[in-house]
């Protein structure tokens, strides 16, 4: 259509973009033009480059040059991951229309809605609607709610990279294939960031039989990395420590800036940060401030409106920043630790410099001495444009339980009619009559055929055949239950004299005693007393806290940061000259080579140490946490296989520890056939078996699915005799219903045979390939040590239970003597 | 899952009352000839199905099917239970247990309440049991549901905790296994249904944890 310019629509935007002195990016105005063609799609752009005018926009000008598609209600529905972000787009947009002479209402509605602006809503939709997916599921419970979506032109999804690679994904394409199921005009609209895998996410988000496109915004992000180097190697530990002695070389940085965002990976290296840094710097007291997912809502959202008003030097945070709204005054990022990936590394970089011609500016701080290489792996990436894929999850049986559980409360479904709808998105695919069918029975009947369970009626199916929920109390514990986040038990931490502070963890609470001190939210507090849910606090002068640990949010290396990192590692020895950080650990990697190898880029490394702990076992595959748990459990059940042994199992991203009680069969001989590419598959299935890795896996999947009741912070317990454990229901499932399809979805997800097969095999060939090179060290090296201090752990033993106890004691008495 | 069980146990000795605490979960008092159990939370499984959470029905009829061979093996003539037999409400479950109950119609039943039995006396009757409110006192044992540390003259047996114990080893071996917690004036017995979680915090002073597996039972 070369006359879209001479539109009406068009014209008007052009026009009130003029006035504000703003010429639209050439990717907007494609964006315009292909939605006006009915195209469905997916842009692609950094942010600051204005990426949400772009759909948005695309669908007032269709308005303005065809009103008459348009009908009464929801036109546009935007779904976006963060709940933040809402408000301020939401601000944006309707500015946007009142300047433009749009009489459009746009609203949010997310968990943070309240429930009379929730009720008004649902009487009279407005014209844009800015939720979260869960909040469409929640929408998909109630009743009559198809009225809602019988006219929607677009769905638009925000940030889809960031939903993609997680559950949330499939809640997403759920809701998609719903809407448009009721208004089957409705165009898909996908806004993401670069990533890897950029034509399967189009392909994930549109999978429908439309006309679609990919746009991509030429503008490009510059960035500036930096490291960060100590004076001196030494200064740097092996592993295990926090990179304290660094703090004196971010001081400067963030009084050279406006803002600084202070990124570190998990909230209890945030809060220790936090300390650090004004135990450093007293004068930065009231102009530094502490963010992430534990702390207080309200006071989370005051922070940001600080930043944003540019109130503070600086803010120590987790991912909890790293999407969000645009904060101009961010002139500086500063990475704590590894980032784990090069697409959050550059995420978290353009958090900074963010209007569309500044640069983004990125310190890199490492925090043990082997993340230096991590630094000039990232670089090196970086440099090649290297991005990783985001995965998306398929055959999630535990989300589809949950949606047709949705579908049953809200307005009741129909067998064909579902099973259609499903079975066109991409995660489900894959799925069978005969899978569909064992999620109706376990959603009518209970567990397996053979048994139907006298007393389940959770959904139930009418003579009219709609399945529906008709008892007000499952339904009402499922809404509350819909969603696919998983998080620890939290309890509230509040003061004596009210006032919330922010959640920490049951597990952590329950080594807490009376009196004992602990830091939250950059406070000192003095835990006094459990009640209902919350524990109450009063603020402390102790010197001495405890910082709290959460267990969530250990992420693994992506594959293509693992690439890099054992090239650099093989050529450590020889640096190129602009490679300072490699230069810098010299000594360190000195200390490797001498004590054991430093493995080069046709060698395989592994180490056994025996200490006062027992043997150990070390390997260097540079493959990613993930791949190393399923590697370490393999090679576990391999030498098991040659002497009954039980071993602890540690991993990290650079590789994995095998610790036994008992000598650890290895030797030149056999240590081919063990790491050998031979039976792989067979030999992995088996060790997942003897592993409680899938148990782990069940966790989220029996909440997702609804087998165990999450107990929402802050309410009070009302179902305490539907407490358990998902532990405890994966015994008894395998106990009983070994076929049950949340249980091969537990091992599915341990090692997705379609996804990661290929990636293990790449990985013992190259093995295979290389030359194994076993060497005994008198004590820990510089790469054994990290894996050392790493306190997550596994188990995998093929003994008989009695006699390992037997044992345990006996070395026990002989302890004592 | 019907399986033979295998049943080890240790003798006790306190305040002249000999007690064997087995590997099966239970306390044969031979002199009574009882055995003492807590914690059966019957209608735990049916309870979840009817809020819509499929657990299989299986749990009971396994934890019945361990009574009954532990009832044949030592030959007893009575059951103390302190507390939590029913999980909640009235349910199916219930119903198996009455059935079950028919075929030993010589065993006498004492049930201290615990904290999860609350239903009407009636329906205590209808199983034919004695009922006791907090506690029931038999020579010099003291059995209540959950015990409070109060100097007392008798030896005190409850259940309520769960209570497990974690074994370490060399190598970070951690093994947590449930237990029989017990000092010079108490004890503390673990559950009996297998459907039940495990609680390792350490609730007594002094205390000696026996924990079991399928085929032992050993002080920790």
Redesign the interface.
């Known amino acids: 259509m070369s006359n879209f310019k001479e539109t009406p629509g068009y014209q008007i935007i052009q026009n009130w973009m003029e006035e504000k002195g703003n010429t639209p990016f050439s990717f907007q105005h494609q964006t315009w033009e292909r939605y006006a063609n009915n195209f469905s799609g997916m842009v692609v752009a950094p942010t600051g480059f204005g990426k949400t005018f772009s759909v948005f926009l695309a669908v007032v000008i269709d308005y303005l040059n065809y009103p008459e598609n348009y009908k009464k209600g929801l036109k546009l529905i935007w779904i976006s991951p963060l709940r933040s972000l809402a408000k301020d787009l939401a601000k944006a947009m309707t500015t946007a229309v009142e300047e433009i002479g749009l009489d459009w209402e746009i609203a949010v509605r997310n968990g943070d809605t309240p429930t009379n602006i929730r009720r008004k809503q649902e009487r009279s939709m407005p014209d844009i609607l800015l939720t979260t997916p869960e909040t469409l599921h929640l929408l998909f419970s109630q009743k009559r709610n198809s009225r809602w979506f019988k006219n929607v032109n677009c769905i638009a999804v925000d940030e889809w990279h960031e939903l993609l690679g997680s559950k949330r994904g499939v809640l997403t394409e759920l809701a998609i294939a719903r809407i448009r199921n009721l208004s089957t005009k409705t165009r898909i609209w996908g806004i993401t960031a670069t990533i890897g895998n950029l034509e399967e996410a189009k392909n994930v988000l549109i999978p429908y039989d439309v006309k679609t496109t990919m746009i991509r915004a030429k503008e490009k992000k510059k960035i500036d990395i930096i490291s960060l180097l100590p004076d001196q190697v030494e200064e740097l530990s092996w592993a295990g420590h926090l990179g304290k002695t660094m703090s004196s070389k971010i001081i400067p940085i963030i009084y050279e800036n406006t803002t600084t965002l202070i990124f570190t990976n998990t909230r209890n290296q945030s809060e220790l940060w936090y300390q650090i840094i004004i135990e450093e710097e007293p004068d930065l007291i009231g102009q530094i401030a502490i963010h992430h997912g534990s702390i207080d809502k309200k006071q989370r959202n005051f922070i940001e409106d600080a930043i944003s008003n540019g109130m503070l030097k600086a803010v120590v945070c987790t991912s909890s920043l790293d999407l969000g709204v645009d904060f101009k005054p961010v002139d500086c990022v500063i990475q704590i630790g590894s980032a784990k990936g090069i697409a959050r590394f550059l995420q978290r970089a353009g958090r900074s410099g963010h209007s569309p011609f500044e640069r983004s500016k990125i310190y890199a701080v490492p925090t043990h001495s082997l993340q230096l290489i991590e630094v000039a792996a990232v670089k090196e990436a970086v440099k090649q444009n290297e991005i990783e894929n985001r995965n998306p999850f398929v055959l999630t049986y535990d989300v589809l339980v949950q949606f047709l559980v949705t579908l049953a409360v809200g307005e009741g479904f129909k067998l064909e009619e579902t099973y259609q709808l499903i079975n066109k998105i991409h995660a489900f695919y894959y799925l069978t009559k005969e899978e569909f069918n064992w999620c109706i029975h376990?959603i009518t009947k209970?567990?397996?055929t053979l048994?139907a369970?006298?007393?389940?009626?959770?959904v139930v199916v009418d003579d009219d055949g709609f399945y529906r929920v008709k008892?007000r109390?499952?339904a009402m514990?499922?809404r509350m239950n819909i969603g696919v986040i998983v998080s620890e038990a939290m309890l509230m931490v509040k003061f004596f004299s009210g006032g919330y502070i922010g959640m920490i963890e049951e597990y952590f609470v329950?080594k807490l005693k009376k009196g004992d001190a602990f830091v939250l939210g950059g406070r000192v507090l003095e835990m006094k007393q459990i009640k209902d849910m919350k524990v109450l606090v009063k603020r402390s002068k102790k010197k001495k806290a405890i910082t709290p640990s959460w267990l969530g949010g250990r992420l693994p290396l992506t594959s293509y940061l693992t690439h890099f990192l054992r090239l650099k590692l093989s050529d450590a020895l020889t640096p190129n000259n602009r490679e300072k950080e490699l230069k810098f650990l010299h000594p360190l990697l000195n200390n490797q080579h001498i004590n054991s190898h430093i493995p080069k880029h046709d060698e395989f490394l592994v180490e056994m140490i025996e200490t006062k702990?027992?043997?150990h076992l070390f390997a260097y595959p540079f493959e990613g946490r993930l791949v190393h748990e399923i590697m370490a459990s393999l090679i576990a059940y391999r030498i098991s296989q040659i002497a009954k042994r039980?071993?602890?199992i540690a991993m990290n991203d650079y590789g994995f520890e095998l610790?036994?009680?008992q000598e650890i069969p290895l030797n030149e001989e056999n240590i081919n056939p063990i790491f050998s590419k031979e039976n792989l598959i067979q030999d992995v299935t088996a060790s997942i078996n003897a592993s409680e890795m899938a148990s782990r896996k069940f966790r989220d999947i029996a909440v997702v699915a609804?087998?165990v009741?999450q107990t929402q912070p802050g309410n009070k317990k009302t179902?305490k005799?539907?407490q358990?454990?998902s532990?405890?229901?994966f015994r008894?499932?395998e106990?009983?219903?070994p076929d049950n399809l949340l249980l091969k979805q537990a091992y599915n997800e341990v090692f997705d045979y379609e996804l990661e097969k290929v990636r293990l095999q790449a990985a013992f060939k190259r093995i295979s390939e290389s030359k194994i090179i076993l060497k005994n060290a008198q004590n820990f090296t510089p790469l054994s040590f990290p894996l050392k201090v790493d306190s997550l752990?596994g188990?995998m033993s093929n003994e008989d239970?009695?006699k390992?106890?037997e044992?345990?004691?006996k070395?026990?008495l002989k302890d004592l003597k | 899952?019907i399986y033979k069980m295998h049943i080890v146990s240790k003798k006790i000795t306190r305040k002249d009352a000999v007690l064997e605490i087995t590997n099966q979960r239970v306390i044969f008092w031979e002199a009574q000839k009882s055995l003492i159990l807590s914690d059966l939370h019957i209608g735990?499984a049916?309870?979840?199905?009817?809020?819509?959470?499929?657990?299989?029905?299986?749990?009971l009829t396994t934890d019945l099917e361990r009574l009954k061979q532990l009832i044949l093996h030592f030959k007893a003539e009575n059951l103390i239970i302190v507390g939590d037999l029913f999980?909640?409400a009235y349910?199916?479950d219930l119903d198996e247990f009455k059935a079950w109950l028919i075929q030993f119609p010589y065993i006498k039943i004492r049930l201290i309440k615990g904290n999860?039995d609350r239903l009407s006396n009636a329906i205590y009757q209808q199983f034919n049991m004695e009922v006791f409110k907090t506690e029931l006192t038999i020579n010099s044992l003291k059995l209540v549901h959950d015990a409070v540390e109060k100097p007392t003259n008798s030896f005190i047996i409850s259940g309520h905790i769960h209570p497990g114990v974690f074994?370490?080893?060399?190598?970070?071996?951690?093994?947590k296994l449930p237990c029989f917690q017990v000092t010079e004036n108490q004890l503390i017995l673990p559950a009996f249904s297998l459907?039940?979680?495990l609680n390792t915090?350490q609730s007594l002073q002094k205390c000696k944890n026996f924990?079991f597996?399928?085929?032992?039972i050993?002080e920790v």
Not at chain 1, 453 to 458: A, D, I, L, P, V
Not at chain 2, 46 to 59: C, L, R, W
Not at chain 2, 213 to 216: L, R
């Open positions: 376990f209970g567990g397996n048994n369970y006298e007393e389940f009626h959770k008892s109390r499952i514990m499922h329950s702990e027992g043997f039980t071993f602890t610790l036994s009680d609804g087998l009741i179902s005799s539907l358990s454990s532990g405890l229901i008894v499932l106990d009983y219903e752990r188990t239970l009695s390992r106890i044992r345990i004691q070395q026990a | 899952m735990k049916a309870h979840f199905q009817k809020s819509g959470i499929p657990i299989p029905k299986n749990v999980h909640a349910n199916k999860h074994i370490k080893g060399r190598g970070k071996q951690r093994i459907f039940t979680g915090r924990a597996t399928n085929d032992g050993f």
